[in-house]
């Protein structure tokens, strides 16, 4: 006979573990499936240096805050680990680990799940298995010649590993940033292919970036009242890192990596880059001071001027006269493309007919097209902050009191 319970959650992330903390709080008897360990991701699928780009003040989760030191640095992957590791045993999250879901059938009363450790029957699924668990590839690789070493952010560890020489990363937001500057520290010259990217500055008048964007509530901003949601969901991560420093094209410029346009197609070896790296360029000038502006704008209205420094403008991004638009890959110049074009999540084990033919679930703020059915954790789900730690508490609630409802209508 299966097991019964009324909840199932994927996914022992901070997002499933937040669904847990408000299951618990409203009674509802669940377990939380996980493949791996607690903190799965942040354990086995980032890079060695990798820290949070949000600083130590903004990790927090339902009744659980960062109370260190230094309240203004940035987590490591161990800290992060023992933040999350922290947070389930805090919450008494019932985890059951090493267990992985293989598929997920509609039945009669609720859903069917099967784990490589037995099925379980319930009312009600949580789906918190992350937005990134696959990186996304463009099919221009495919050209790429034999010659060159491909890997993704989650085969890199740190730059030693990669062969000497010259290396072209693809894709200019947080991770491709970030990627670029450690690898060009390392002596291998960095080419970075740059398309439409979100440029910050780490602080501003005087203070985190990310402290603006809380305070002015710009990632508070509720998925119905986005108002172009698909864009805003495919909206790259911003070019920040977790150092006080800024690490925008100009700093990676000044380092000596070479800026280029976005990748656009493999022809008999030689990559051919857009010609409009200019115009991105421009285009994330123009946001950042709009940004900024909305900054000034709120910092006055609510009687915080004199708390900030002055105003502040930053120096247009210094776009090479003229940009290579080709790279032959057969000339031993690039000997590594870095694709770091962005993730995807995985729910090829969702066996219930609600994803696009994108990969897409449809769900209207995490209330999936299917009764019962619940997801968290993916991008603007409720709110700009989503897929951030210290963005779960609120999308974990209002859903969690959804599926409360579901079940008492429903039962
Ligand atoms: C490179 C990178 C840097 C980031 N930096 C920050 C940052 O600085 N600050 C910030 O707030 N956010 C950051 N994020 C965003 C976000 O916080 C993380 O992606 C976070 O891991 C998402 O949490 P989650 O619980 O939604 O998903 P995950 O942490 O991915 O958790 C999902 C869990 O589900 C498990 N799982 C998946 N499929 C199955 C299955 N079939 N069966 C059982 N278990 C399964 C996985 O093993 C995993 O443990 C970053 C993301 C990335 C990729």
Not at 243 to 263: H, K, Q, S, Y
Not at 310 to 328: G, H, K, Q, Y
Request: charge should be neutral; charged fraction near 25%.
């Amino acid at each position: 006979m299966p097991e019964r319970t009324t909840t199932v959650v994927i996914g022992a992330g901070h997002a499933g573990l937040a669904a847990s903390h408000f299951l618990r709080a409203r009674a509802i008897d669940h377990v939380v499936l996980e493949r791996g360990d607690v903190a799965n991701s942040w354990r086995r699928e980032r890079w060695d240096s990798l820290r949070l780009l949000t600083p130590n003040w903004q990790s927090r989760l339902p009744g659980h805050r960062y109370r260190g030191p230094d309240p203004d640095g940035y987590m490591t992957m161990g800290e992060v680990v023992e933040f999350i590791d922290h947070f389930a045993a805090l919450s008494h999250a019932p985890v059951r680990t090493n267990t992985n879901v293989k598929s997920v059938h509609r039945t009669d009363d609720g859903y069917d799940v099967s784990t490589d450790r037995g099925e379980i029957r319930c009312r009600t699924v949580v789906i918190a298995s992350g937005a990134c668990n696959l990186p996304a590839v463009p099919r221009l690789h495919e050209g790429v010649p034999a010659t060159v070493e491909q890997i993704t952010p989650f085969g890199y560890r740190g730059a030693e590993a990669l062969p000497d020489g010259g290396v072209l990363v693809v894709g200019a937001s947080a991770t491709g940033v970030q990627l670029a500057a450690e690898i060009q520290r390392s002596g291998r010259p960095v080419t970075l292919s740059t398309g439409e990217h979100v440029r910050l500055p780490r602080t501003y008048r005087g203070r985190d970036v990310l402290w603006w964007m809380e305070a002015a509530r710009v990632w508070e901003e509720r998925y119905d009242e986005v108002p172009d949601i698909d864009r805003a969901r495919r909206l790259a991560s911003p070019q920040l890192a977790g150092i006080r420093e800024t690490l925008d094209i100009n700093a990676l410029c000044a380092m000596g990596v070479e800026p280029v346009g976005r990748a656009a197609t493999v022809r008999d070896g030689e990559l051919l880059f857009s010609g409009g790296l200019r115009n991105v360029i421009s285009l994330a000038d123009l946001k950042m001071d709009r940004l900024l502006t909305t900054f000034d704008q709120w910092a006055m209205t609510s009687q915080k001027d004199s708390d900030v420094k002055p105003p502040e403008r930053f120096e247009p991004t210094r776009v090479p006269a003229s940009t290579r638009l080709r790279l032959d890959l057969r000339s031993g110049e690039i000997r590594t493309i870095v694709w770091a074009t962005g993730f995807r999540p995985d729910h090829t084990w969702l066996d219930v007919p609600v994803v696009d033919e994108k990969g897409h679930l449809n769900h209207d703020g995490g209330i999936v097209d299917s009764p019962g059915l619940y997801a968290l954790g993916l991008p603007v789900l409720r709110r700009r902050k989503s897929t951030f730690i210290h963005g779960i508490e609120d999308d974990a609630r209002e859903v969690i009191d959804h599926l409360t409802r579901y079940l008492a209508v429903r039962h």
